[in-house]
């Protein structure tokens, strides 16, 4: 990925007490290499690789009590244009935004609903150079109580249209950005998600068996959230890792 359209997922980043846990359980579970941020002020910084390519980061928390998460970046060509609609619409700016060395200018928000996510506006460094396949993020979604309020608020801040479908018994939402599906959006699924589990944005990486991976993220340490199982894009799973970071697991299928 040479350039992403603004308002299209391009990163996806790793807040976890435990950067050195981190550096094992993921390159063991995906293939990954890392290559740590040689900047101090960066703390260890670590860009996960997949055959040379940029794939996701992992970086110590933000704050001192931040749980253990993934976290979805939209591309944006004005970060401070995107700070102001999301105040406008009814969100809230985290952390306003800011330089990353030379490499871009990123913020942190979250939506009314209190589901959190960040904008990347590139300089020298683009975001994921690989998507789609084993081991590369291949999808962003919204788990959320509200569908109807995100519907609102995300196509103030990004543009977005939602795109309902009915999916085995529910409402599934693709935001669709032009021509394109660029993420999703559902309600949390009662028997699967802890109920006082807040909004939040989750992030697929594709894998060629969601069976074995689920089963090797087990053996390494994480938990399986929900069992593998058909949906109608693939198989995936819901895992934690060994700090209870959520991500999912999705064989897309050939």
Known sequence: MSTVPPGTPCWADLATPDLTDARRFYPELFGWTGQVTPEPEAGGYTIFQLDGQAVAGAGPPAIPDQVPIWSTYVATDDAELVAGR???????????????????????????AGATFSVWQPLT???AEVVGVPGAMSWNELVTPDPEGAKVF????FGWQPDDQAVAGTTYTGWRLGARIVAGMMRPLAEDFPADLPAYWTVYFAVADADAAAAR?????????VPPRDIPSGRFAALRDPQGALFSVIDLGP
Do not use: K
Not at 94 to 106: A, H, I, K, Q
């Open 154 to 157: 995300y196509e103030l801040v």
């Open 125 to 127: 460094m683009v975001g």
């Open 217 to 225: 993220a087990s053996e390494l340490g994480g938990t399986i959230l």
């Open 86 to 112: 999301v105040e406008r619409a009814g969100g809230q700016v985290v952390v306003p935004p800011f330089e990353v060395f030379d490499r871009g200018w990123m913020a942190v928000f979250a939506d009314p």
